[in-house]
């Protein structure tokens, strides 16, 4: 159970056969309202919608470049994770 934060997210990733469960907790946003998705997040210069989209597809973009090898473009990735998760008041991934 969080402390301080509100459970916006339960996200099932899959990397060949191993299944990582993540839940994301966020001090900053309450997403129990459905209107926060319009708020606007001005690190990121997007909404909050328009945040998580971007989280989304990074990391299907991660996963993708794990794949092929390309680890200069995991690296970018990473870090791109990384500060939507910081703008959005999401415990930052350690990737490892």
């Known amino acids: ?7 916006i997210i339960s996200i099932l990733f899959s ?3 191993v299944v990582i469960h993540m839940d994301w907790v966020s001090d900053l946003y309450d997403f129990s309202d459905p209107e926060i998705r319009l ?3 001005p690190e990121m210069g997007c909404s909050v919608g328009g945040c998580i ?3 989304r597809k ?7 470049a794990r794949r092929e090898g ?7 990735l990473e870090y791109r994770i990384n500060s939507i998760q910081s703008a959005l ?6 990737f490892g």
């Open 1 to 7: 159970m969080p402390i301080g934060g509100v459970w």
């Open 15 to 17: 990397h060949s056969d």
């Open 39 to 41: 708020k606007y997040v």
């Open 53 to 55: 989209s971007m989280l």
């Open 58 to 64: 990074s990391w299907k973009s991660y996963k993708a």
């Open 70 to 76: 390309y680890e200069d473009r995991c690296l970018e």
């Open 89 to 94: 008041g999401i415990e930052e991934c350690c």
